[in-house]
């Protein structure tokens, strides 16, 4: 059973010098153990798989007994072998076989009572306590916050604006939303109290997992610190989640709805296409996203990335919806790469190129309103 290979293979690590010892085989987690042995608590670096962003990932506190971790992209990923299997983007069990080898390969030494005493000692993840303060912090600062379309500071509109943005604020759907009060902190640099336009990422199901906060300063522009966007520790497992900014449109016998990866990329194609759209945060969420069967066809809009990641995962997603009987189309921004930068996404073809570099736009009767000019 699948369960006790899990048990011998947690005796293996913590027999061989826990998690410590198993991360010590990727740069990238070794920089996130010696942060967090050097000057304590969880702090953050970058992707310790691509190397991406300065704050992506971090060990939690209690890492050390349960090998857990949280990445901004995925989420929580409760314990080492989650840790393992993101890492080499790969299956649990798979991740069990390659945990073996870098422990020597070899379980046959751990002995049954080995492996009842190490289990009966490890951690069980995030306790109920833990999830009953993150859906706390979840559910305050939603009750405090208001609609983005009812914001009468004017710092969503600034935001948009300076994002190459022509949608009317008020126009913008209750999914999104704007917080006037709302604290920044990276558990490294002292907390500050911004503004912040707020999406909502709901399960297949709509319940709310988490909150993507964008960080901004009095005058709506993007907040300067460390990481400007960041979403807040969720209570349960991301993938599958999006921010569903619209609902999906229907005609005929044929109901869909787009997907990309960033709230403002999602707006740029509202204003571009009418499309109606969903924001999934990272590639890997967008790769990972449920369409509710309802959905007939699933618009793409990839990032296209140096490294090619933007597209494979959106290549992935196409892939299995297929399966799943959708038409499936994928739209890459025919720009290329500007010098100097990694990726060229919808919103950077938008604001070089405008509306005429989409190749298609839905007819005004089903549209979506951004009040915008078109």
């Not at 901004?72 to 890492?87: C, E, K, T």
């Not at 917080?179 to 999406?199: F, M």
């Not at 140096?306 to 995962?313: D, I, L, R």
């Amino acid at each position: 059973m699948i369960e006790s290979k899990i048990d011998k293979v947690l005796a293996l690590v913590e027999s061989n010098g826990g998690w410590s010892s198993v991360y010590s085989a990727y740069p990238g987690l070794n920089e996130a153990v010696s942060k967090s042995n050097n000057h304590g608590g969880s702090p953050q670096v970058p992707c310790p798989k691509t190397g991406n962003g300065r704050t992506k990932f971090r060990l939690f506190r209690d890492w050390v007994d349960t090998g857990g971790a949280y990445h901004n992209d995925v989420g929580a990923l409760p314990g080492g072998i989650d840790v393992i299997a993101f890492m080499e983007s790969c299956s649990k069990s798979d991740a069990l076989n390659k945990i073996i080898d870098i422990c020597g390969g070899d379980l046959s030494s751990i002995s049954r009572e080995y492996v009842k005493n190490v289990k009966a000692s490890q951690p069980k993840g995030i306790n109920d306590d833990e999830k009953a303060k993150r859906v706390a912090k979840l559910e305050k600062l939603f009750q405090h916050a208001i609609p983005a379309a009812h914001d009468q500071s004017g710092r969503i509109q600034a935001y948009l604006n300076s994002r190459g943005l022509k949608t009317d604020a008020k126009t913008l759907p209750y999914t999104l939303g704007y917080a006037d009060e709302l604290w920044w902190g990276d558990g490294q640099s002292k907390p500050k109290k911004l503004h912040g336009l707020l999406g909502s990422m709901t399960d297949p199901d709509g319940n709310r997992i988490t909150i993507h906060r964008i960080f901004l300063n009095k005058q709506g522009l993007k907040a300067d610190v460390p990481n400007a966007k960041m979403l807040m520790p969720p209570p349960s497992y991301i993938g599958g989640c999006s921010i569903k900014i619209d609902s999906p449109v229907t005609e005929g016998d044929n109901t869909f709805i787009g997907v990309c990866e960033g709230i403002e990329t999602a707006l740029a194609v509202r204003e571009a296409t009418g499309c109606p759209m969903w924001s999934c945060y990272s590639d890997t969420l967008l790769k990972m996203v449920k369409i509710p069967d309802s959905v007939t066809s699933v618009l793409i809009f990839a990032d296209k990335d140096a490294s090619g990641a933007g597209q494979e995962k959106a290549e992935a997603l196409a892939a299995r919806l297929r399966r799943e009987g959708k038409f499936v189309d994928i739209y890459m921004p025919p720009l290329d790469i500007p010098n100097g930068s990694k990726s060229m996404d919808w919103l950077d073809t938008y604001n070089l190129a405008g509306p005429s570099a989409f190749s298609f736009r839905l007819p005004v009767d089903i549209s979506v309103n951004t009040g915008g000019v078109k």
